[in-house]
């Protein structure tokens, strides 16, 4: 499976054959879930397919994701497909950025999340938690996911930005989800750019908001600097000709930085609440852990590693629905994957949502089992058979960040409240970027 197998396959790996001029590209986009699952199952662990813009792979084998993400990355980019779907909003940020460009801002940035910086963080997570629950009345319904988006939108300011976004918080907020919800459009994943559709309208007017607000705070942390926070570090980086980053670039990447790093994480605790509420021995066997653990007081980091079921909680949400639904890649040499040739001007796509449900590393794939993520069950998975940050150089800059935080804010939820779901509420989701849910997800808030 390296990149220097001698022998090259003749023909194509089998797959679905489509339809004419469009080919599969419709039926992948009205149901991505029961495409991509289905595609799996029937063709097995590489299918192909053509598509108007070339051949695209779908990888299904954990040893196929690796070569790809890990073994031979520096052969594959992100491609036109990813740029074209979050460049409008995220500009050239790492998320999008190739290259030098992204070595260098990655380079900036990673300070941020250095481990002793992530700890720094925790009480800060719990702060903010505790006061959005504060506004929670025992038997109200609240919009869970709504909640949660506002919770870690104000953490990730804080966090690595330094700044309180409470003035700001509903125009950053509505800005990212309008562009979220814009994006997800047929005629915007569908048309070319250049076409002027209602979508790409919105995401122009949610851009607009976003800047007004992002090159304040860079105007305010230029005026007021501070030896902390990823935007004091952009503006002090310069090349070795002592040019520094423009604004933009510097926009680019802080508004790469807010939609990343809450968007997951909201994502994650909102199908962790949705999971629990309906797997009630779990959540059961989650409080008596926190009860048993925290005792009535505020979860810390040193709290953490007696967290265990908290931690088989979230691991397990997050496999059964990575809120990064799937990875695409673009190479730009030939690689050989499983004998096939893949050539410059395809598409490779690897699915976490297929490989995460696969029998053949999960058993009982579909059930929401916490307690299946021991030791001995994690040494004995493929390398990526779980890969909800990604892998390889390209891997989540923000990893740690999104667990201490989902589990914080996990423990700080449940140790306060039973979340009961609205009867007749179903997890429907949508899918580009992140798996999110297309309605709300209402729940029924009891104080414990």
């Known amino acids: 499976m390296s990149s220097d197998t001698p022998e090259i396959r003749d023909e194509q790996p089998p797959g679905p054959s489509g339809l004419p001029i469009v080919g599969n590209q419709l039926a992948f986009l009205r149901d991505p879930y029961d495409f991509m699952t289905t595609t799996a199952q029937e063709y097995g662990d590489i299918a192909h397919w053509e598509e108007p813009g070339g051949p695209v792979y779908q990888l299904n084998h954990p040893d196929y994701i690796e070569q790809v993400l890990v073994q031979n990355n520096q052969n594959y980019v992100k ?5 074209t779907i979050l460049g409008p909003v995220t500009g050239n940020g790492i998320l999008n950025s190739e290259g030098a460009v992204w070595r260098r801002n990655r380079h900036l940035i990673q300070p941020a999340f250095h481990p002793n910086r992530i700890q720094e963080y925790a009480s800060m997570m719990t702060e903010f938690t505790e006061a959005g629950l504060e506004e929670w009345d025992d038997g109200q319904t609240r919009l869970f996911h709504e909640d949660m988006m506002e919770i870690t939108l104000k953490i990730v300011a804080r966090a690595l930005f330094g700044v309180d976004i409470d ?23 569908v048309l070319p750019p250049t076409v002027p559709t209602p979508s790409r309208r919105r995401i122009q007017r949610a851009r607009e908001e976003l ?31 002592g040019a520094t980053l423009s604004d933009e670039q510097i926009r680019d990447e802080v508004v790469t930085l ?6 997951t994480t909201a994502l994650s605790l909102t199908f962790t609440a ?6 009630p021995a779990a959540e059961q066997r989650l409080v008596e852990e926190l009860d048993e653990v925290l ?21 397990e949400s997050m496999r059964l629905y990575p809120p990064v639904p799937g990875i695409v890649r673009e190479p730009v040499k030939p690689d050989i994957i499983d004998g096939y040739e893949i050539q410059p001007g395809s598409t490779v796509r690897m699915h976490q949502w297929v490989v995460h449900r ?17 030791d001995e069950m994690e040494s004995d998975l493929p390398k990526l058979a779980y890969f909800p940050f990604a892998a390889g150089p390209r891997r989540c800059i923000g990893d740690r960040f999104a667990m201490l935080e989902a589990r914080l804010m996990l423990a700080t939820i449940y140790q306060q409240y039973h979340l009961e779901l609205v009867p007749g509420t179903d997890l429907d989701l949508m899918a580009t970027i992140t798996a999110r849910p297309k309605h709300e997800i209402p729940m029924t808030a009891h104080k414990r």
Do not use: C
């Open 79 to 83: 491609g036109e497909r990813f740029q």
């Open 167 to 189: 003035d700001y918080v509903d125009t950053v907020g509505d800005a990212l989800e309008e562009f979220m919800l814009a994006s997800e459009s047929l005629s915007h994943l």
């Open 211 to 241: 800047d007004a607000v992002v090159y304040r705070l860079i105007e305010e942390r230029r005026a007021n600097p501070t030896e902390q926070g990823v935007i004091s570090k952009l503006l002090e980086m310069s090349d070795e000709e």
């Open 258 to 263: 807010l939609l990343a790093g809450h968007e």
């Open 274 to 279: 949705y999971l629990l509420a309906t797997n």
């Open 295 to 315: 005792d009535g007081e505020t979860p810390t980091m040193a709290d953490l590693s007696e967290l265990t079921y908290t931690e088989q909680v979230v691991k």
């Open 358 to 374: 696969d029998p053949r590393w999960y058993d009982d794939p579909l059930a929401f089992r916490p307690a299946r993520w021991t």
